[in-house]
């Protein structure tokens, strides 16, 4: 018999999916892809910064920042998000803002610049403290000084939080079933070769033929 190698695959097909599995902070959030999003409505005053609506995305939850865009798809649907669910204001501020030590712009949280979506504007404006904005109805960026930036609402992303609890459990479960599957078939295979030496052996102590009867009866026939 063959131990239950595949419960042990299911186990681990388990595992793979609770690790996968992941959840936003609270149901405000809504999920997209890998992270989450809430728009906080409200809560800047006109002489709070960028500064500000940075702290009250990290107040709201761990690892949280100012919204950042990675791609194309990331922008329509903050886009159509604000159309269907958030109902916000016109424009919204980005959390970017463009470094003149190496002459681009960059998100706080870090995350690297692969996609923009300006408006076409002049080229030789001045970006000296520059950030920018996306107008909601369009998704289409726009420059603007950090000072005017819009205070009518923040959008905060964070990461999607996995579930850690339910992937040690599985983790557990599997590290109790192989040790007990190993456990068994290492017993089975010590009772199979323990019963073939026992049979082995009697064999060799007790080899039974015709020369043995007749010896037997010679004996008797002596006696």
């Not at 690790?19 to 405000?28: I, K, M, Q, T, V």
């Not at 989450?36 to 949280?64: M, V």
């Not at 886009?79 to 109902?87: G, R, S």
């Not at 424009?91 to 692969?114: H, R, V």
Request: contains cysteine; glycine residues 4%; charged residues 20%.
């Amino acid at each position: 018999m063959e131990p239950p190698f595949p419960a042990l695959l299911c186990l681990l097909g388990l595992l793979a999916t609770a690790s996968g599995a992941a959840e936003c902070p609270s149901s405000a959030w809504i999920p997209f892809r890998s992270s989450c999003y809430i728009f906080i409505q409200g809560t800047l005053e006109e002489s709070d910064n960028i500064d500000e609506a940075r702290n009250l995305c990290k107040d709201n939850a761990s690892g949280a920042d100012i919204i950042s865009i990675k791609n194309k798809d990331e922008n329509t649907f903050i886009q159509e998000t604000f159309k269907n669910h958030w109902q916000g204001p016109d424009y919204i501020s980005l959390g970017m803002f463009f470094d003149t030590d190496d002459n681009a712009f960059k998100w706080f949280d870090k995350s690297e610049m692969k996609f923009t979506n300006w408006i076409e504007e002049e080229s030789n404006e001045e970006l000296l403290n520059t950030c920018a904005s996306m107008y909601t109805k369009s998704g289409e960026w726009k420059k603007i000084s950090c000072e005017d930036l819009p205070r009518t609402g923040t959008l905060c992303k964070t990461a999607y939080k996995t579930a850690l609890t339910t992937t040690l459990v599985i983790i557990f479960t599997i590290v109790v079933t192989v040790s007990a599957a190993l456990f068994w078939f290492l017993y089975k295979r010590n009772m199979s070769s323990g019963a073939l030496c026992i049979t082995h052996h009697s064999t060799a102590e007790m080899p039974y033929s015709d020369e043995t009867v007749l010896i037997d009866e010679e004996n008797e026939y002596t006696a």
